[in-house]
């Protein structure tokens, strides 16, 4: 018996509403999932972090930061990142304008190059550093008779962490600059500007945002590094130990409150960093 017309339309009627019912239980399923899992994998531990720096009051937890030997770590930890970023910096520019522009024998070999600290372990990188200017290293005897120390000393802390972090900007401007093209730089150079002028003047404002952000994501990394610069600082506490080497002593030494305001300190530097992050995006994404 044929269905009437009426009764087809019904449910045709019925189903695009049970379709748009379907589809809202399934999306509110994965934000509650993903939810879920951000607040037992992120949340909580970051929450237990300012908890347990708090447990025996705002006093105990300010009186953490008079230890000589954590203030010594902030400072070492600062004084490297402000010597690591635009170093790597100066470096991410130079091989990105180099790939994305030139065409040159070896250009493999140096994007190879860029990536290798990210797909070795930090621990093998500070472990290079260690052959090379140990004392047992290629260098070392050479660098004992001239008084010089590198590894387990400020300058070793300092190669460690620019390894681990130097393909950050290079990373983020290589494909950007490759996007843009060359079209303006080469209508800068037919109108007379040098190399320098077009650097400046035109390739440099395309890629500020991307520039920035690649700086911010090298600076997170460079202030939070533990394992390359766990194998070259040589543990000495108020000389070679950055903040995250100085809450591993802490926390080993039972004085979890110490190391728990430490965290929370690298945790507040980590969480400035995403907000610029976020205002750079922003920014960028505004401007374009």
Known sequence: MAASPAGALAGE?????????MHTIVRWL?????????????LAP?????????AKGVD????SFADPDTAAAIRLTLLTAAVVVPVNTVFGLAAAWAIAKFEFRGKSVLITLIDLPLAI????????FVLLFGLHGWFGVWLQEHDLSIVFALPGI???TMFVTFPYVARELIPLMQQLGNDEEEAAITLGAGGWMTFFRVTLPKVRWG?????????????????AVSVVSGHIRGLTNTMPLHIEILYNEYNFVGAFAVASLLTLLA??????KTLVERTGYRRR
């Not at 105990?60 to 009186?63: E, M, N």
């Open 60 to 63: 105990a937890y300010l009186h």
């Open 13 to 21: 009627d019925r189903r695009p509403g049970q379709h748009s019912w």
């Open 211 to 227: 520039l920035v952000y690649g700086m911010v994501l090298c600076n997170a990394r460079a202030m939070g590094e533990f394992g």
């Open 30 to 42: 994965f934000i509650a999932t993903s939810l879920a899992f951000l607040a037992a994998v992120l």
């Open 121 to 128: 372990s930090p621990v093998i990188s500070g472990m290079v």
């Open 46 to 54: 970051l929450a237990t972090v300012f908890v347990m720096a708090f």
């Open 158 to 160: 300092m190669l460690a």
């Open 271 to 276: 969480a400035l960093t995403l907000i610029v």
